[in-house]
């Protein structure tokens, strides 16, 4: 008697949710003003949030860093250079595609120390698109959200809401950093 064993591999798909948000930040903001250097988006920082100097320390691609006041959390704000690569998947794929080279440049840059945390979220904010995406250190205990976007004269961005353990004091709870990484990203014009 003969038999055949089927090996069935796993596939992983990508799923994509979508989601509109209200246009209104959810926590009191500041007049604290997030400029790129093309000046082709902006942003607004929350209320009692300041810019810390990174230009030595960071990424070239880093244009903007903002701390809370306990230094709890960061807002980094980076462009994604443009070469024919990334336009080309795009092009093809859109933000989802920008989100997945986002994420594949944090993973390199960690040497595999982070991974996707969840699914890739669409973002509409009025005629505004982001892709939204988690990612985690290698212990899972403290996850980051990123999301990307084009401006109007066809440049990517990132904007990362960053937790960080420099103070010993405590994190704000995750219902309190989604309303922040949320009202920051509702005063992003791009």
Not at 32 to 40: A, E, H, M, N, T
Not at 81 to 103: F, H, P
Request: aromatic share 8%.
């Amino acid at each position: 008697m003969s038999g055949c064993i089927v090996v069935k591999h796993k596939t992983m798909v990508e799923e994509n949710v979508e989601v509109t948000l209200n246009p209104k930040p959810e926590i009191p903001m500041s007049d604290k003003l997030v400029r790129s250097k093309k000046g082709d988006m902006i942003a607004f920082l929350p209320k009692d949030w300041f810019f810390v100097d990174v230009e030595e320390k960071a990424s070239a691609d880093i244009f903007a860093v903002a701390v809370n006041p306990d230094y709890t959390l960061s807002a980094v704000f980076s462009i994604i250079k443009k070469n024919d690569i990334t336009d080309s998947i795009v092009a093809k794929e859109g933000l989802l595609g920008l989100a997945r080279i986002c994420l594949d440049r944090h993973e390199k840059k960690t040497a595999g120390a982070v991974k996707q945390v969840g699914k890739y979220t669409t973002i509409h904010l009025g005629t505004l698109s982001f892709t939204k995406f988690d990612f985690s250190n290698s212990s899972g205990s403290m996850v980051s959200q990123s999301a990307v976007f084009k401006s109007s004269i066809n440049q990517y961005y990132e904007y990362s809401l960053i937790p960080m353990n420099i103070t010993g004091k405590p994190l704000p709870s995750q219902i309190e950093i989604d309303k922040i990484f949320r009202s920051i990203m509702t005063t992003i014009q791009y």
